[in-house]
């Protein structure tokens, strides 16, 4: 079926009507912080030999090779004055062939914790792993993050700079330049409200360099549907034909614990169109999938996803990376 193009006016409204209509699902309950202004931009290094614990060591890099630490990235201003905190954990070495992993946090911003929590995964493939951290204050409430800071709270829409899922690229450019990273592509995780980021930037932002992405145990999903009203489908979004040809064809798994079948969780969205695609995260993520490769068949193009099931994984991202791991680092 043919995209149609809606004014934004209009979509914003169905926008914020849909995401405001009392629903929860891994933090698309919580508000704004009220009078929450961005910090100044800046770009500063944090690191440490190893561990959790970042200790400054002087360096004039962003991103020291054999260390541990994080740095405060503005994309050049590219971004607007919606800057982000990244968490980093690099290989010793040489860092110009090394893969490029980008991990995604849930609905608790924790990118320090998701950092600690992939390194024993990372380390032993010499990856560097990245994980970006989209504060409340810069980005408030899951429209700003899970959704992709398409329009405001009011309404209007958001240009597309400061989309959320305008950092990852850039981000990955100034990686490349801080370490001489050689890397055509990087790899990207996200579970939960992570996930949810993930697959909808795979659908908006399709001339991504990703190379392989894994979404696990999303809550609900933006479907590749054209017929169907953002952000349950695609109309009305950016989204174009070519670039849902493109992502349908991307190397994307949905990874789903087959533990995650909670259907009365107080974080999962309940709206008849998010019900519509099941009555858990398991049975949604199947939804989402099927959808997929219906679209991919109805517009002839090549589907390059895949589905894959966790036994005795529930709605935890330390029981869901044991699996991503191997798809994300071969």
Request: aromatic share 10%; hydrophobic share 35%; charged share 20%.
């Amino acid at each position: 079926m043919p995209f149609r193009r809606r004014s934004a006016a209009l979509v914003a409204a169905m926008f914020v009507g849909m995401v405001f209509a009392g629903c929860s699902d891994e933090g698309s309950d919580s508000a704004p912080k009220a009078g929450a202004r961005p910090h100044p931009l800046r770009t500063t290094s944090s690191t440490s030999v190893s561990g959790p614990v970042d200790r400054p060591v002087p360096s004039t890099r962003a991103i020291v090779p054999g260390t541990a630490g994080s740095f405060t990235f503005d994309g050049g201003q590219r971004l607007g004055d919606q800057s982000v905190k990244v968490w980093y954990d690099a290989p010793a070495g040489d860092l110009t062939q090394v893969p490029v992993l980008v991990v995604m946090h849930g609905q608790q911003r924790d990118a320090e914790r998701y950092r600690d929590e992939w390194t024993p995964y990372s380390r032993p493939k010499h990856a560097l792993l990245i994980v970006p951290e989209f504060s409340e204050d810069n980005y408030p409430g899951p429209e700003a993050y899970n959704l992709g800071n398409l329009v405001t709270v009011d309404g209007a829409a958001v240009p597309e700079r400061d989309w959320s899922y305008s950092v990852l690229e850039p981000l990955f450019d100034f990686v490349r330049h801080e370490t001489g990273n050689q890397r055509s592509g990087y790899s990207l995780y996200g579970h939960s409200a992570g996930a949810q980021f993930v697959h909808r930037f795979m659908l908006v932002v399709s001339n991504n360099r990703v190379e392989q992405a894994v979404s696990a145990n999303a809550g609900w999903y933006t479907v590749p549907r054209p017929s169907v009203g953002f952000p349950y489908g695609l109309a009305g979004s950016p989204s174009t034909e070519v670039g849902l040809r493109r992502a349908l064809g991307a190397h994307l798994t949905v990874l789903l614990g087959e533990d995650d079948t909670d259907a009365e969780s107080d974080s999962l969205r309940s709206t008849p169109e998010a019900d519509q695609q099941g009555s858990n995260r398991f049975a949604r993520g199947h939804f989402f999938y099927d959808a997929g490769r219906d679209e991919a068949a109805q517009l002839g193009t090549p589907f390059g996803w895949s589905l894959r099931t966790v036994p005795n994984a529930g709605h935890d991202d330390s029981e869901m990376a044991p699996a991503a791991a191997p798809i994300l680092l071969p």
